[in-house]
């Protein structure tokens, strides 16, 4: 057996076999595409003035997974797979929304991409933490990246936020 072969042991097989799919790899990592995005949502100002604001989180998380389109195969656990492009520029317009999730929260949160077949926004706090935003709600979707493809990946109902 060749050793690169073997399977990841970071992601279950199906979350593994999406991620490949759609370009992943372990050690894929490009930092200069992650400033590009940052520079991009710090020098972007919302007409009302909301701001994005950037972090050693979100830039590690755009950098390693930025820009990849994910379309998962097969039916979910609980609910549709999520089809995803980790492009942050997705939430460019939602300085506002994301700073108001993130005062809830006592946290920063910044976008890291959308769910292509909704429109929910997927964003990610200062701690790692992953959420998706959509019309009916805000979603918690992990306590990292990881936790989080894998539940869109595979399907798993999120947890909605609620107040207080």
Known sequence: MHADRTSSTRFPVPIDAALR???WQPGRWDIKQAEFWADALREHTSPAGHRHTVFPAAVEAWA???GLRITPAGPGRQIAPATLHLDPLHGLHHARTLGDLG????????????????????????????YTLDHTGDWYLGPDIDHALAALISGIEPVRLTAG
């Open 21 to 23: 799919a759609a370009g």
């Open 64 to 66: 390693e997974f930025g």
């Open 103 to 130: 005062r809830a929260l006592d946290t920063e949160v910044c976008p890291l991409g959308e769910e292509t077949d909704t429109h929910s926004v997927l964003a990610i706090d200062a701690e790692g933490r992953v």
